[in-house]
């Protein structure tokens, strides 16, 4: 498996049989340069531009857009209510969490949350290998909540998104922090790289929690 990050919320992640890509985002909106690409399936946690921007992929079979149970060529996803505030849902909306499983790896995509993961979803989701969680703040979880919700699900990987980049509009983005703040608060492993590739195979059991940075393209 090939994990590539788009920008924003939005990660390429390519299988052996197919490729999905979460919460494509409008770059005029947003600021950054979207690759866009090719992909299969397409999920989007939730219907604001810059995660909604399905018309930029190609190549599409499916879009999943909320909560349900969907198995498409070789990828299992299923798709949890929660939402993108912490007053359930009465500022900003719902949220749709993605759980991915396929290849023997299990990656959970938290879109825009807002608040708190329950014990009971947290139980529900199961053991996630791969963690892609906001932490930016304001629109959705800080960098505070972000190392809680992470040190409750225990990944062995965490891809932070949803964090303010230099490029970035700053009129729409200019309260987010950047994802220094995440990984000073984190305080763990941190490894750069421009693409993340991975087996379950490489996956040690009792391996410590690694942050996956990845390099501007």
Known sequence: MEITYLGHSSFRIKTKSAAVITDPFDPKMVGLKNSGGEAEIVT?????PDHNAVEKISGVKKVIEGPGEYEIKGVSIIGYQSFHDDKKGEERGKNTVYVF???GLRIAHLGDLGHGLSDDLVSEMGSIDI???PVGGFYTIGPKEAVEIASKIDPYFILPMHYKAPEMNEKEFGSLEPKETFL??????????????????DIVEGQSTKVIVFEKK
């Open 44 to 48: 989007v946690s939730h219907q604001h």
């Open 184 to 201: 000073k608060e984190i305080g763990t492993t941190v490894e750069v790289m421009p693409k993340f590739s991975i087996k379950k195979e």
């Open 101 to 103: 499983e396929t290849e």
């Open 131 to 133: 963690l892609m969680i």
